[in-house]
């Protein structure tokens, strides 16, 4: 390390922090690895195995022409865990990770993994269609795509505002915070940023929800302006056997920066349940 290679031959950059039981954590577009370096460090302390990496396409990994599609995506994680050795597992995705969490469970069979959880999580179905009229129109994500192609650092500007809930009155976090996350996003390839955007959009996980056979948290902000709680996250824990959803109260999107406290307490203790689990088991 700290890159792995894929099956088709992309690498992939890998933090691989602490020893013990492993936690491997997706990030979200279009950002990199390093938004869970605070978590990261606080798990490894804990006595876990912190492993976090660059999804394809986006901050130190390989920028190849294709490949950001869900099938291809959980591949990258179960070359991951395969590389790293990992078993007995937690995989943890955050918004568009979330939806590798859900395509590895059903394609890979949740091989060498214990726990899961999904954080302001795309999963189960991001875009409105009939049978699904808590989801975002599809217009909503032209816009997007329009903004990105117009002019993606102005278009990031005021998406970070929203992913982070900055408004005239709340400020959850630094106007350094947005500056970073425009800095990482605008080093992501263009390719696999609107890949990637569409691919979220556009895949719909329920069928993948009955593939979730281990115990799941689910972590979700009631006022999340990027992925609304009701076409993801309450629709998720109802179609998640053994999941417990937990609700942070007007939290935006960006938990990790918003509530970081909050959601690597709540990650642990769920980390620390399973390790309990193993221990009694012996």
Known sequence: MPYITTRDNTRLYVKDWGTGRPVIMMHGWPLSADTWDEAAMK?????????????????????????????????????????????????????????????????????????????????????????????????????????????????YTSFFKDFYGVGLVSHPVSSEVIDWSRNVAMLASFKATLGCANAFATTDFRPDLAAF???????????????????????????????TLIEYDGGPHGLFATHKEQLTNDLLTFLQTAQSQRTLGR
Do not use: C
């Open 43 to 155: 798990i490894a302390e804990a006595g876990f195995r912190a492993i976090s990496y660059d999804r394809r396409g986006f901050g130190r990994s390989d920028q190849p022409w294709d490949g950001y599609d869900y099938d291809t995506l959980a591949d990258d994680l179960a070359a991951v865990i395969d590389a790293t050795g990992a078993t007995d597992a937690t995989i943890v995705g955050f918004s568009m990770g979330g939806g590798e969490v859900a395509r590895y469970m059903s394609r890979h069979g949740g091989k060498n993994v214990i726990q899961a959880a999904l954080i302001g999580s795309v999963v189960p179905y991001m875009l409105q269609t009939p049978d699904n009229p808590n989801g975002v129109p599809q217009a909503t994500f032209d816009q997007i795509t329009a903004g990105l192609k117009e002019d993606r650092a102005h278009f």
């Open 213 to 243: 056979n281990v115990p799941t948290l689910i972590i979700h902000g009631t006022g999340d302006q990027i992925v609304p709680i009701d076409a993801s996250a309450r629709q998720a824990a109802a179609g998640i056997a053994n999941a």
